[in-house]
């Protein structure tokens, strides 16, 4: 029997978004978790799995144990994954099977990080010996697959300036965002160099904070009363090399395969899907995200952004709560989050009647992605 | 200040040797497979001991980046400064510098071999290849 639509998400909740100094990672985790809880309106008594993404900023041993003993929760499931950004849906996607299989009941999937007040080497570290020629942080590599994009289909700079536009309109509204203010073209293409081609607003903002989920099954979200669950309909996940010279193409991620099987878990298709988070570390992530989903053909993501359709009121409306590169640069939870809130009825912007929700995550330099599917 | 130094291993030590003697090498299995950098296995059959080959020294540019920040002091004179990905004509990829001016760089642009010592390393960087095809 499928696991599409039988298992929830039941709870959200989140810390402030920005700059925390002096909170620890843990500490984070714990904040994010109790809102989560509190949203879900469970007792943290009846959670028995705590899922953690490895804090990016500082990998940990047995990270996932010292968050458990925070919360005060023996998991009989649970620990700490090293996936980049797509660990989030594949923590959910754990959580899911692993009740399925009965190894527990209901799960806490959680993450928090504080590169913004504590340390920020990891998105400027050398990359091994490359290091004698430059090579060197997070944005390079991304600069490469950007470029790439430009010279096989011709993506003009108008086009990785509009997944910008858009994130930065939606998060100015957004209480909780950290960067509020809006952009335009001509400031966006006066914006410094970071790593040429890219420029700051094509970067993910660096960020402290935590965000978490509450996972149990439909029938238990029934049992305990959950007010507001909301139904996971598929996921799907995908991976490649470590090194970015490694792969065959720069220009195609690995989210077509893990789309591939969210949808087909889902029994639906990407012209069913009515608002879209997509993961912003880049501008280019979206553009190649829009790409292999199949919202648009391979090289046609420049065209289909161009005019607005990605922003609220347009065809396919995209990070309504601001994503990485205005709401905050917490690798991914936040996506979720904004999918469940347009499931639920309650974002602040809205898609009217919206029924179906994907959600991308994606780890490194496009090495990892997981795709979830949410409804209502 | 001094440069970030790569820090050759048993496996990779025959590739930063071959560069200080004037050549690039790449690895190449029984299979056929070839690929940088060194590996004790080849990884389409993972077949052991892969023998060392020597590139023609040719490629093409597939991609490059132009750097504006230095995330190590030791370039921060150099800014701003290209790293490339070539791909070399024998299938291997590498990342590297273009030695021409960044304005130069162009998609698919041939490139030729061209080592550069920094203090006492041997780089294997690429120049544009200008010669008629």
Not at chain 1, 39 to 60: G, L
Request: hydrophobic content about 40%; aromatic content about 8%.
């Amino acid at each position: 029997m499928s696991l599409s639509g039988r298992y929830v998400i039941a709870g959200i909740g989140h810390t402030a978004f920005g700059k925390l100094p002096g909170q620890d990672t843990v500490s984070l985790n714990v904040e994010a978790c109790r809102h989560a809880l509190a949203d879900a309106c469970v007792d943290k008594s009846v959670v028995d799995a705590v899922f953690v993404k490895v804090p990016t900023s500082a990998h940990q041993f047995m990270y996932g144990q010292k968050v458990a003993e925070a919360l005060g929760i023996t998991p009989r499931m649970g620990g700490c994954w090293d996936q980049g950004g797509a660990a989030n849906i594949t923590l959910l996607s754990f959580a899911i099977m692993a009740i399925e299989a009965g190894q527990c009941d209901v799960a806490l999937v959680c993450y928090a990080d504080n590169p913004r007040s504590g340390n920020r080497a990891v998105y400027g570290r050398p990359r091994g010996d490359d290091a004698a020629y430059g090579w060197f942080s997070t944005a390079a590599g991304y600069g490469m697959i950007h470029r790439r994009h430009m010279i096989e289909y011709g993506t003009r700079p108008e086009d990785f300036a509009a997944v910008a536009i858009a994130s930065r309109k939606h998060g100015a509204g957004n209480p909780s965002a950290q960067l509020r203010k809006p952009l335009d073209l001509e400031q966006y293409m006066v914006s410094p160099w970071v790593v040429d081609p890219l420029r700051k607003d094509d970067c993910a903002l660096v960020s402290d904070g935590g965000a978490a989920l509450v996972v149990m099954s439909a029938k238990r979200a029934k049992e305990l009363g959950v007010a507001q669950p909301v139904p996971v309909l598929g996921f799907g996940h995908g991976q490649t090399s470590f090194e970015l010279p490694q792969r065959a193409t720069l220009t195609s991620t690995e989210a077509a395969r893990s789309a591939h099987t969210a949808f087909q878990m889902a029994g639906a298709k990407p012209q069913d899907v009515d608002v879209a988070q997509l993961y912003d570390c880049f501008t280019v992530t979206v553009l190649m995200t829009l790409e292999d989903y199949g919202f648009c053909g391979k090289g046609e993501a420049g065209a289909f952004v161009r005019d607005g359709a990605i922003e609220y009121g347009g065809q396919l409306p995209v990070n309504t709560s601001g994503g990485l590169l205005s709401e905050t640069g917490m690798p991914g939870l936040q996506l979720i989050m904004e999918g469940v809130r347009q499931m639920r009825g309650t974002a602040r912007l809205q898609v009217s009647g919206a029924k179906l929700c994907v959600v991308s995550n994606q780890g490194g330099t496009m090495h990892t992605h997981s795709t979830l599917l949410l409804g209502n | 200040m001094e440069m970030p130094k790569p820090e050759p291993t048993d496996l990779s030590r025959p590739y930063w040797d071959a560069l200080r003697e004037g050549y690039l090498v790449f690895q190449r299995c029984r299979c056929g497979n070839a690929w940088l950098p060194a590996r004790t296995h080849c990884p389409a059959c993972l077949k052991p001991e892969p023998r060392w080959e020597r590139a023609s020294g040719r490629g093409r540019i597939v991609s490059w980046v132009v750097y504006h920040t230095a995330y190590h002091p030791a370039f921060a004179d150099k800014l701003p400064y290209n790293v490339a990905l070539v791909q070399l004509i024998e299938g291997p990829r590498l990342l590297t510098n273009i030695v021409d001016p960044n304005e130069a760089l162009a998609a698919d642009a041939p490139v030729v071999l061209k080592i550069e010592w920094e203090g006492d390393t041997a780089l294997a960087r690429f120049r544009l290849d200008y010669t008629p095809a």
